[in-house]
């Protein structure tokens, strides 16, 4: 097996923000070829989850995607704050966005939105025994609607191309293949 992976020579930060970074990359493949300016964008890693009540329910979200200028039908999930473990964030944000609490969280897979230009990953989860326990608690940049819905009604959703986060939709056919 060849080494397919690149040498980085330098880096400089073009934007350096708490939601999104850009840095520029000089790098050399292992031909010895250099590529000037790679840009890689860094966000903080992110946590979804499929979320299903005690009574076997799915949580789904609706809300305003501004970069995409629609509103999205997903799944809830967020950023990792700092100092946070993957299994804390799933937690904390379930209950912000839903005001659902879960007994039990199984991972099922860690994912690049797209490694060929952004560095982060998705923690994807499964959250089952829900149970509300208090109301939303959105941060001010939110508006959240929250539908439960049957696993019927969520296969139908997802083949009819219903959810427009792909992170989302792939947790979807994660999740569904561990209940199946």
Same mark, same amino acid.
């Given at each position: 097996m060849s080494d397919l992976k690149w040498k980085k020579l330098s880096s400089r930060y073009l934007v350096k923000e708490n939601w999104a970074t850009l840095?520029?990359? /000089?790098c050399e493949m292992p031909d010895g070829t250099i590529i000037d300016?790679?840009?890689v964008l860094e966000y903080p890693d992110w946590v979804n989850a499929v979320a299903l009540t005690e009574d076997n329910q799915v949580i789904i979200i609706r809300q305003y995607r501004h970069a995409a200028e629609e509103v %999205? /039908?997903?799944i809830p999930g967020?950023? %990792?704050d700092p100092g946070e473990t993957p299994d804390q964030a799933v937690a904390r944000e379930l209950l912000e966005e839903t005001g659902y609490s879960f007994n039990k969280f199984e991972k099922l897979a860690v994912l690049y939105?797209?490694?060929s230009t952004a560095k982060n990953q998705t923690h994807t989860?499964?959250?089952t025994g829900g149970k509300k326990i208090q109301e939303q608690h959105l941060d001010g940049r939110e508006e959240i609607e929250?539908?439960?819905v049957s696993i019927d009604k969520l296969k139908e959703m997802l083949f009819n191309n219903e959810f427009g986060q792909a992170l989302h939709a792939s947790a979807l056919f994660y $999740?569904? $293949?561990k209940l199946a």
């Amino acid at each position: 097996m060849s080494d397919l992976k690149w040498k980085k020579l330098s880096s400089r930060y073009l934007v350096k923000e708490n939601w999104a970074t850009l840095r520029v990359d /000089t790098c050399e493949m292992p031909d010895g070829t250099i590529i000037d300016d790679y840009y890689v964008l860094e966000y903080p890693d992110w946590v979804n989850a499929v979320a299903l009540t005690e009574d076997n329910q799915v949580i789904i979200i609706r809300q305003y995607r501004h970069a995409a200028e629609e509103v %999205i /039908t997903e799944i809830p999930g967020g950023c %990792i704050d700092p100092g946070e473990t993957p299994d804390q964030a799933v937690a904390r944000e379930l209950l912000e966005e839903t005001g659902y609490s879960f007994n039990k969280f199984e991972k099922l897979a860690v994912l690049y939105a797209n490694p060929s230009t952004a560095k982060n990953q998705t923690h994807t989860y499964l959250a089952t025994g829900g149970k509300k326990i208090q109301e939303q608690h959105l941060d001010g940049r939110e508006e959240i609607e929250v539908e439960l819905v049957s696993i019927d009604k969520l296969k139908e959703m997802l083949f009819n191309n219903e959810f427009g986060q792909a992170l989302h939709a792939s947790a979807l056919f994660y $999740a569904l $293949a561990k209940l199946a």
